[in-house]
């Protein structure tokens, strides 16, 4: 199996990797435009910040596994790679320590003006009256935005310091609130309005684009904390300068809705970078977290090619769209299966899954098909009437 390495990885994973015999290619300098010159001879491809784009997809013919190095796949276009039958799996889960600890530092950052006191500093000017009017952080309230495994590390971090933390999630409950300590908001314009402190915990998609925009901010209290490290698609740049401007709002970010690319080494927002405190969405790029992710990206590998189905695909559908099975015994010969299936297409019928399990012994096994349509009696009989079929049984589930 060759697989094509995008982006920078633990050199003890390439090791790992190499060490069964895999095929790597290391080309950490390759842009999204590049990509679909080179992708054609490999099987697995791994990215981090290289975006990949419909045509990278289409022209890896022998392409068939997508692994983004971190959790968030937007940067991968997913919609083609289902088309086309590729798996896109990531890395959830592995950045969460990271990217809380950054949140909490810019929360601090803004708070006590750090940055802002370093730029001073660096100039030759004492300004300790004007910094000293931190509001401090203690008994206030952080509203989180999202409450998956990050919006809740970012709770425990924040409970450490005193903070009172209420929290909007599709997901969340009342009940599942009271259970984490937490304050439930119904949404997210509710934790707009009590919060002291604000941050940004969700993916990026079509339903969550500019979900942070004029009318949150119009609910936000004067001065209070405004922390992004998810997706700066989220939020609505333009509303969040006004409310910066209008409302004192105190923003950091380490991510941002018109990004450079990971070669790019100009930031072309400059009225934006003024007015706030920043970083350079190195949000998971700790040394632990590169280590975390790049194991998980050889445990995917490895599975994948044990398997034939990769850990953590995020471009499945979540539920079959059928629920009857055609269960068939059958002896364990060449060419069971096949004639089996041949007299399943001859009656118009679309498998959608099939899984067969062999007996020990290797003499018998089991298939389970799951099909489109109800299969007649003819059918059923032409298949029990094959050699080495013991019996055929339908099941819906």
Known sequence: MKVLIADKISKDAISSLKQDGIDITIQEDLTADKLPEIISDFQVLVVRSTKVKSETIENGKKLSLIIRAGAGVNTIDIETASKLGVYVANCPGKNTAA???????????????????????????????????????????????????????????????????????????????????????????????????????????????????????????????????????????????????????????????????????????????????????????TVEASESIAAEVVRIIKSYIETGTPPNSVNLRDKQQSNINLVIRHFNHVGVLANVLDEIKAAGINIEEMQNNIFKGGEAAVCTIKIDKNPEEELINKIINKDFIINVAKTES
């Open 99 to 285: 990217v809380a600890e950054l949140t909490m530092g810019l929360i601090i950052a803004s708070d006590r003006q750090i940055a802002n006191c370093t730029i001073d500093l660096r100039n030759g000017l004492w300004n300790k009256k004007k910094y000293s009017k931190a509001c401090g952080l203690k008994g206030r309230t952080i509203g989180l935005i999202g409450l998956g495994s990050i919006g809740k590390a970012v709770a425990i971090r924040a409970k450490s310091f005193g903070i009172n933390v209420a929290a909007w999630s599709r997901s969340l409950t009342r009940e599942q609130a009271e259970k984490l300590g937490i304050e439930f908001c119904a949404t997210p314009i509710d934790a707009a309005k009590i919060s002291d402190i604000i941050s940004i915990h969700l993916a990026s998609s079509e339903s969550t684009r500019h979900i942070i925009n004029s009318d949150f901010f119009n609910e936000m209290k004067d001065g209070a904390i405004f922390v992004n490290t998810s997706r700066g698609e989220i939020v609505d740049t333009k509303a969040l300068k006004e409310a910066i401007n209008t409302k004192n709002i105190k923003a950091a970010l380490d991510v941002y809705e018109q990004e450079p690319s990971a070669q790019s080494k100009n930031f072309e927002d400059n009225d934006l970078a003024k007015m706030i405190t920043g970083t350079h969405h190195i949000g998971a790029s």
